[in-house]
């Protein structure tokens, strides 16, 4: 798979799960420390990390 395909798969999945950290946030009362939203955000991280490393 080509670099370009790719950054756009992650910057899809990026802003998926921001989407869902946001709305798992909110759900959780902005409790950030909420083992379920350190988990995605983790994965959020990773993913950010990814995409970094490609670009």
Avoid: A, F, G, R
């Avoid at 790719?6 to 909420?34: A, G, M, P, R, S």
């Amino acid at each position: 798979m080509c670099n370009k395909t790719k950054l756009l798969e992650l910057i899809n999945e990026i802003e998926i799960v921001k989407v869902e950290l946001h709305n798992l946030i909110c759900k959780k009362q902005y409790n950030l420390t909420d083992s379920e939203v350190v988990k995605l955000s983790e994965l959020l991280d990773q993913l950010l990390s990814q995409y970094h490393n490609i670009k």
